[in-house]
C-alpha cells in the first residue's frame, strides 16, 4: 500500500484511539479541504460513482466499512486463502508489509482450496500504529467507491483485532517497476509498444482520479503501484495516501508531504501545497523510467546521474541526445518521432511551473494520438545513422534494487514558504 515510511511517521495525534471500530476517519489528514482534522473525506466525492450512494457528510470507520459493498473477511480465512501467509506465496514486499497470492470461491468469496476458484492478492500490514491504521483505511474508502478499468479492484479487507488487511483482484503480471527494473527470465524487457500501452492505462487511470467524477489526487504514483493484468493492462494500486481534491476556488490542499523521493513534486516538497499537478509531475517521472529503464533514484549509478530527472533533462529537448538516454533493450522498436513526442511530453510533465505542465487528459490524448498516429511505427533510421551504424547506446547499467525512499515531512512553517 502506498505509505510514506509510515512507521518513521510520527502519529499526529498518537492518544487517538485508531482501532475504536468508530473512529473518525482522518483520510484527509492534516488540512483538509473540509476544513477539519475530524472531517472527512466523502463530502466532494458526491460524483464518484453514484451520487446517490455517497453521503455528502464526513463519515466515520464504522460508515465506510458498512456501506463499502466489500467482503469483511475473518483472519482465519485469509490465513486458509493464503496457506497460512506461506513465505512461498509472497508476491511482494512493500513499506507497510506483504502481499500474498491466495485463493476464494468467485461466488461466495469463501476461502478455496489452492490452485481452485478466483486468485486473490492479500496485503497485511505489518506493522501497528496509527499511520498504518489511517491508510488501510483510506484505501478501504478511496477503493470501495472508485470503479474504473485502469484502477485495481478492491475485494474485500480484514479488521480484526490488531490485524488489516486488503484483499485485491490478483494482477497476475505484478507492478511495472519489476518488469522495468528486475532481471531474470521470467521478466523479458518490455517492448516499447507495450511501455506505451502501460504508460496510456496509467495516464487513464490518473485521468479519472483528476476527473469530475472523482476529484482524487493519488499521491504516490510510481513504478511499483502500476500493476499490470495478463494483458498488460494497467490499474492503480495504493491509496492510501490519496486525498480528496481542492474544493471551491481552492487551487491546492495543504498537507504535511508525503510520498516517495525521486516521484515527488519540487512545488509539493516545498510547501506542501498539493495539486492534480502533482500527480502530473510523478507520472512524468515514471514517463523517465520507461523511456530511459532508469530508476528515478538509483544510489548506484555516477554522480550526476543519481537522480533520474536531473539526469534526463537536459536531454528531452535534442533528437541526438534523446537517443542517447533511451533504454539500450529497445533497439530500434520505437520510431524516432515517436521517441521524441514520448520525450517532450515528460519534459512537459516535469515543468518546475504547474501551469506549464498539461492535465492528465491532455496526457491521454497525446499518448494516444501517438499510439494510433503514424508516430507509431517504427523508423528504420533508429537502427542506423547516417554513416549506416548503430547509434551508440549507453551500455545498460546492472541495477541493485535500492528501495524507493519514501518521504513524511513535516509540513513547512508558513515562514517557510516561499511568497
Ligand atoms: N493486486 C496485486 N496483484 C499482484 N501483485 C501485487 C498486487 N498488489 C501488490 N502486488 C505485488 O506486491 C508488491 C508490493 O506491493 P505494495 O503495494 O505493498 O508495496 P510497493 O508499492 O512495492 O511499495 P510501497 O510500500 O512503497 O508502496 C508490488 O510491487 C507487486 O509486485
Ligand atoms: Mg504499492
Given at each position: 500500500?502506498?505509505?510514506?515510511?509510515?512507521?518513521?511517521?510520527?502519529?499526529?495525534?498518537p492518544?487517538?484511539?485508531?482501532?475504536?471500530?468508530?473512529?473518525v476517519?482522518?483520510?484527509?489528514?492534516?488540512?483538509?479541504?473540509?476544513?477539519?482534522?475530524?472531517?472527512?473525506v466523502?463530502?466532494?466525492?458526491?460524483?464518484?460513482?453514484?451520487?446517490?450512494?455517497?453521503?455528502p457528510?464526513?463519515?466515520?470507520?464504522?460508515?465506510?466499512?458498512t456501506?463499502?459493498?466489500?467482503?469483511?473477511?475473518?483472519?482465519?480465512?485469509?490465513?486458509?486463502?493464503t496457506?497460512?501467509?506461506?513465505?512461498?506465496?509472497?508476491?511482494?514486499e512493500?513499506?507497510?508489509g506483504?502481499?500474498?497470492?491466495?485463493?476464494?470461491?468467485?461466488?461466495?468469496?469463501?476461502?478455496?482450496?489452492?490452485?481452485?476458484g478466483?486468485?486473490?492478492?492479500?496485503?497485511?500490514?505489518?506493522?501497528?500504529?496509527?499511520?498504518?491504521?489511517?491508510?488501510?483505511?483510506a484505501?478501504?474508502?478511496?477503493?470501495?467507491?472508485?470503479s474504473?478499468?485502469?484502477?485495481?479492484?478492491?475485494?474485500?479487507?480484514?479488521?480484526?483485532d490488531?490485524?488489516?488487511?486488503?484483499?485485491?483482484e490478483?494482477?497476475?503480471?505484478?507492478s511495472?517497476?519489476?518488469?522495468?527494473?528486475?532481471r531474470?527470465?521470467?521478466?523479458?524487457?518490455?517492448s516499447?509498444?507495450?511501455?506505451?500501452k502501460?504508460a496510456?492505462?496509467?495516464?487513464?487511470?490518473?485521468?479519472?482520479?483528476?476527473?469530475?467524477?472523482?476529484?482524487?489526487i493519488?499521491?504516490?504514483?510510481?513504478?511499483?503501484?502500476?500493476?499490470?493484468d495478463s494483458?498488460?493492462?494497467?490499474?492503480?494500486s495504493?491509496?492510501?495516501?490519496?486525498?480528496?481534491?481542492?474544493?471551491?476556488?481552492?487551487?491546492?490542499?495543504?498537507?504535511?508531504?508525503?510520498?516517495?523521493?525521486g516521484?515527488?513534486?519540487?512545488e509539493?516538497?516545498?510547501?506542501?501545497?498539493?495539486?492534480a499537478?502533482?500527480?502530473?509531475?510523478?507520472?512524468?517521472v515514471?514517463?523517465?523510467?520507461?523511456?530511459t529503464g532508469?530508476?528515478?533514484i538509483d544510489?548506484?549509478?555516477?554522480?550526476?546521474?543519481?537522480?533520474?530527472?536531473?539526469?534526463?533533462?537536459?536531454h528531452?529537448?535534442?533528437?541526438?541526445?534523446?537517443?542517447?538516454?533511451?533504454?539500450?533493450?529497445?533497439?530500434?522498436?520505437?520510431?524516432?518521432?515517436?521517441?521524441?513526442?514520448?520525450?517532450?511530453?515528460?519534459?512537459?510533465?516535469?515543468?518546475?511551473?504547474?501551469?506549464h505542465?498539461?492535465?492528465?487528459?491532455?496526457?491521454?490524448?497525446?499518448l494516444?494520438?501517438?499510439?494510433?498516429?503514424?508516430?507509431?511505427?517504427?523508423?528504420?533510421?533508429?537502427?542506423?545513422?547516417?554513416?549506416?551504424?548503430?547509434?551508440?547506446?549507453p551500455?545498460?547499467?546492472s541495477?541493485?534494487?535500492?528501495g524507493n525512499?519514501?518521504?513524511?515531512?513535516?509540513?513547512?512553517s508558513?515562514?517557510?514558504l516561499?511568497?
Open positions: 500500500m502506498g505509505n510514506c515510511w509510515g512507521a518513521k511517521v510520527k502519529a499526529e495525534n492518544s487517538h484511539d485508531v482501532f475504536a471500530s468508530d473512529t476517519f482522518e483520510c484527509l489528514g492534516e488540512d483538509s479541504p473540509h476544513g477539519s482534522r475530524k472531517g472527512n466523502l463530502s466532494s466525492s458526491s460524483s464518484r460513482v453514484s451520487a446517490s450512494s455517497v453521503p457528510t464526513p463519515r466515520s470507520e464504522g460508515e465506510i466499512l456501506s463499502s459493498n466489500l467482503k469483511s473477511f475473518t483472519f482465519n480465512e485469509l490465513r486458509t486463502a496457506r497460512n501467509f506461506r513465505p512461498d506465496s509472497v508476491l511482494g512493500g513499506g507497510f506483504s502481499v500474498f497470492k491466495g485463493w476464494i470461491n468467485e461466488h461466495t468469496l469463501a476461502a478455496a482450496k489452492p490452485g481452485t478466483m486468485v486473490i492478492a492479500v496485503k497485511k500490514l505489518n506493522q501497528e500504529g496509527f499511520q498504518g491504521h489511517k491508510e488501510w483505511l484505501e478501504v474508502n478511496y477503493l470501495s467507491q472508485l474504473h478499468p485502469n484502477l485495481v479492484k478492491l475485494i474485500g479487507y480484514c479488521l480484526e490488531e490485524q488489516r488487511l486488503l484483499v485485491y490478483f494482477m497476475s503480471r505484478g511495472l517497476e519489476n518488469h522495468l527494473f528486475r531474470s527470465s521470467y521478466y523479458q524487457p518490455l516499447w509498444n507495450l511501455r506505451m502501460v496510456l492505462g496509467a495516464a487513464k487511470g490518473l485521468a479519472f482520479l483528476h476527473s469530475s467524477k472523482a476529484k482524487v493519488y499521491r504516490d504514483f510510481k513504478t511499483s503501484n502500476v500493476l499490470l494483458n498488460y493492462n494497467a490499474k492503480l495504493d491509496f492510501g495516501l490519496a486525498k480528496d481534491g481542492p474544493t471551491g476556488d481552492k487551487s491546492h490542499v495543504s498537507t504535511r508531504v508525503m510520498g516517495t523521493y516521484y515527488a513534486a519540487p509539493y516538497l516545498a510547501t506542501g501545497h498539493l495539486t499537478k502533482s500527480d502530473v509531475y510523478s507520472f512524468g515514471v514517463l523517465l523510467e520507461i523511456l532508469r530508476r528515478a544510489k548506484n549509478r555516477p554522480t550526476g546521474e543519481y537522480k533520474l530527472v536531473e539526469w534526463a533533462k537536459p528531452l529537448a535534442s533528437k541526438r541526445k534523446i537517443i542517447s538516454i533511451l533504454d539500450s533493450r529497445l533497439r530500434a522498436q520505437y520510431s524516432l518521432a515517436g521517441a521524441q513526442k514520448i520525450a517532450g511530453l515528460a519534459d512537459r510533465c516535469l515543468s518546475l511551473e504547474t501551469k505542465r498539461p492535465t492528465m487528459d491532455q496526457v491521454v490524448v497525446a494516444e494520438q501517438l499510439q494510433h498516429g503514424k508516430d507509431a511505427e517504427r523508423n528504420p533510421k533508429t537502427e542506423q545513422n547516417s554513416s549506416g551504424q548503430r547509434p551508440a547506446m551500455r545498460w547499467r541495477w541493485e534494487d535500492v525512499r519514501k518521504i513524511a515531512h513535516p509540513r513547512p508558513a515562514s517557510s516561499p511568497t
